[in-house]
């Protein structure tokens, strides 16, 4: 099965780019990998969703390089209700592999 | 619309006692997840329903974890004979098809096993 690693925690000033990177090394090559953001006491929140290159909304990008044996989530111009945990979603072989998670702080 | 619901919100049990706690998914979603979140850990995959297709279990810890959903809308998640180490939030999500999809996630039950 797909192993999926992040890091643990990051921290970041207000107004900066953080990117946030999940491997995952045997991911298949149809499977989305998908981003979730969640705060204390809630149920994690979609962010985002890319199958390859780059994908943009109007709250994240999603790298993807060619080998997709890893993901970046960027997060522009963070702000403090970007303190949270970060989770990368892989689906390999229809089994749903969720990283441990990235824990933000974000400071002033 | 409505998002996703769970029943309770937070639940208190004894060491050896069944506790059931129900999901209802948006409205219309043929796919239904259970995970499980530890303090201070990440998600852990529990089970999954699509539409009439055979649920996969392959997440449940234990036999005494089951969980059955009825009419292809709400769910419920068993917990025989709980453990102190069942402790956990229980968070249930729906997507409108299948695993591939965003999952909308309820506010998930907080159980306390004592």
């Known amino acids: 099965l797909a192993k999926t690693t992040q890091p643990i925690s990051m921290d970041s000033y207000e107004g900066q780019e953080v990117n946030i990177t999940c491997s995952h090394n045997?991911?298949?090559?149809?499977?989305?990998i998908t981003w979730y953001q969640q705060f204390p006491s809630q149920g994690p929140r979609f962010i985002i969703q890319g199958y390859k290159t780059k994908v943009t909304n109007e709250v994240a990008s999603l790298f993807i390089p060619a080998d997709r044996k890893s993901s970046t989530l960027s997060l522009p111009r963070v702000s403090l209700s970007d303190t949270a945990v970060y989770y990368c979603?892989?689906?390999?072989?229809?089994?749903?592999?969720f990283g441990q998670g990235t824990e933000l702080s974000v400071k002033p | 619309g409505a998002g996703v619901s769970q029943s309770p919100s937070n639940k208190v049990t004894e060491k050896g006692k069944d506790v059931e706690l129900r999901c209802d998914p948006i409205s219309g979603h043929t796919a239904l997840y259970w995970y499980r979140q530890s303090l201070g850990q990440g998600l852990e995959f529990l089970i999954y329903f699509q539409g009439n297709s055979a649920p996969d279990k392959s997440g449940l810890p234990s036999d005494r974890f089951s969980a059955e959903r009825t009419g292809g809308s709400v769910s419920t998640l068993t917990i025989q004979r709980t453990q102190q180490e069942d402790s956990a939030v229980y968070l249930c999500?729906?997507?409108?098809?299948?695993?591939?999809?965003?999952?909308?996630f309820g506010p998930g039950t907080r159980l306390l096993v004592l």
């Open positions: 999500a729906s997507s409108y098809r299948d695993r591939g999809e965003t999952q909308y």
């Open positions: 045997n991911i298949a090559t149809n499977d989305y």
């Open positions: 979603l892989v689906v390999e072989r229809g089994k749903l592999i």
